[in-house]
């Protein structure tokens, strides 16, 4: 879980006088998620979110994916595949953990029956997929 109180006390840089945003504005925000650090940039409107990056959010069971679609989707968006945006734009991929394992399967038919029910949804249903990958 995402401990919003540790940005409280980090010293972001902030923008100057000579800008690019208005003077005393934060610049970048540094954070970690789950041990992974990232830098955002306060770039505004020139810079807008696109799918070409995602987070993407493995999920151990269907209680995982609901609570985490749930709340993107709040004031945001459902899109297919398991993917979603927020209610800023920025692309998500809320997924099985074993989705690489639904995919690949060593038998061509399983993994496609699976491919084709996945194409079908927009939140995936861990269930649903391992039926249709078993030929249920």
């Known amino acids: 879980m995402f401990d919003f109180s ?6 972001n840089p902030r923008c100057g006088k000579s800008g690019p945003g208005p003077e005393g504005s934060v610049l970048t925000i540094a954070f970690s998620l789950d041990g992974q650090e ?3 940039l306060n770039a505004g409107p020139r810079f807008e979110f696109t799918e070409a990056v995602s987070f993407v959010v493995p999920c151990n069971t269907q209680d995982e994916i609901d609570n985490y679609w749930s709340k993107l989707t709040s004031d945001g968006q459902e899109s297919m595949c398991g993917w979603l945006k927020d209610k800023f734009g920025l692309s ?3 997924v099985p ?3 690489d394992k639904l995919i690949s399967d060593a038998d061509p038919q399983k993994s496609g029956r699976m491919m084709q ?6 939140k995936l249903d861990i269930a649903k997929l391992e039926k249709a990958r078993d030929g249920n």
């Open 6 to 11: 540790k940005l409280a006390n980090r010293q």
């Open 38 to 40: 990232f830098v955002g």
């Open 92 to 94: 998500w991929q809320i």
């Open 97 to 99: 953990a074993n989705i």
């Open 117 to 122: 029910a996945l194409l079908q949804m927009e």
